[in-house]
């Protein structure tokens, strides 16, 4: 992963055209996205083929996962060498091997816990796994929570509760541990990123954001956070410029260290968003970007139809040219 601190380490050029799927698969929303140890790459989807797994030079390998889930949401891979699937259409956090064999499950299909009360789940979004093995899911749509998992899947504790404050959320949309065992909580609706110790002590926040919905993290003890940020569904806003939808990179203290949006707004061409959902990074530090640009698209452009093909994502390979990605 990336562990530089200096901000030539985050220029980035988009790779148009890089996967190549088979005319049979036809993606959904790309809501999570992971890379594993060998950089192949798992777009978790809303379409008929929910996993598709393509290596790290956009070739088709294989997919799995069907007629198993209902609203895919949030993927992750930790140390642990599975994955973590997170769908906030049944309450559940699944754990698999990379060819989709179940392990472990969070929640009871269908049942969920009532709407926040911060008992697990309500409309979970998104896993991640401490480096003691730890489980912490954010639980966003209808909770306010973060629920903390021992490696069995054990329940051990939760924190949080709505509002403003620190240690409350509004709409805690996406969770990463670091190589320290710190938790990162992408606090959607509150404009931040929040981080706690292993037991949900509130540390600090990382503020100069809008609307945190993706978020991953570069390895090492001190880690730059990578957030992807969503436009203004409001009419008295939707159309003021700077406010997304991009991709931004921060220092752990919170500097801003660079943005891939150009200044161009919404869209559709290489290196636009519609609604950047999901971040994972590869071994070499190129990075890959799912959106929900189906779900969201009325939302962004509430006058334009819905195109065909939404399923959509793209790759970023790191450069060292003096210019975000173009």
């Known amino acids: 992963m990336i ?8 220029k980035f050029t988009v790779q148009s055209d890089w996967a ?5 698969i036809v993606l959904g929303d790309v809501a999570g996205i992971a890379v594993d140890g060998k950089d192949r790459v798992y777009l978790f989807n809303r379409g008929q083929h929910p996993v598709v797994v393509l290596d790290k030079a956009g070739t088709f390998l294989n997919s799995w996962g069907h007629g198993v889930f209902s609203n895919a949401h949030g993927a992750h891979i930790g140390h642990d060498d599975v994955i973590y699937l997170t769908d906030n259409g049944d309450h559940t956090v699944r754990k698999f091997t990379f060819d989709g064999k179940l392990l472990l499950q969070l929640g009871t299909p269908e049942k969920p816990a009532p709407f926040m009360s911060n008992r697990p789940f309500c409309r979970c979004t998104h896993s991640a796994l401490s480096p003691k093995g730890d489980i912490y899911v954010s639980d966003g749509y209808g909770n306010a929570a973060v629920h903390k998992f ?5 329940f051990l504790m939760s924190w949080g509760e709505p509002g403003t ?12 541990c670091d190589a320290e065992g710190w938790v990162y909580v992408a606090d959607r609706e509150n ?3 929040q981080i706690f110790d292993g037991n949900g002590k509130y540390e600090t ?9 993706a978020l991953a993290i570069t390895g ?7 957030v992807g940020e969503l436009m203004s569904y409001l009419a008295v806003n939707r159309l003021t410029p700077n406010l997304g939808p991009r991709v931004s990179v921060f220092a752990q203290s919170g500097e801003l260290l660079g943005r891939l949006d150009q200044g161009r707004g919404a869209g559709l061409e290489p290196g636009q968003f519609v609604s950047p959902h999901s971040i994972a990074l ?3 530090g190129d990075m890959y970007v799912g959106e929900v640009a189906a779900t969201d698209w009325l939302a962004v452009f509430p006058d334009t139809p819905l195109p065909t093909k939404m399923g959509r994502f793209q790759k970023f390979t790191r450069a060292s040219t003096k210019e975000l990605a173009k």
């Not at 404050?165 to 990463?176: T, V, W, Y």
């Not at 090492?220 to 990578?226: E, K, L, M, S």
């Open 3 to 10: 562990e530089a601190n200096d901000k030539e380490t985050f």
């Open 20 to 24: 190549k799927l088979p005319d049979e």
């Open 150 to 154: 021992a490696p069995d899947g054990t």
């Open 165 to 176: 404050g620190p240690g409350q959320f509004n709409l805690p949309h996406n969770i990463c």
């Open 191 to 193: 404009d931040r990123v």
């Open 205 to 213: 926040q990382i503020n100069n954001m809008h609307r945190p919905s």
């Open 220 to 226: 090492g003890p001190c880690p730059h956070c990578i």
């Open 282 to 284: 590869d071994s070499t």
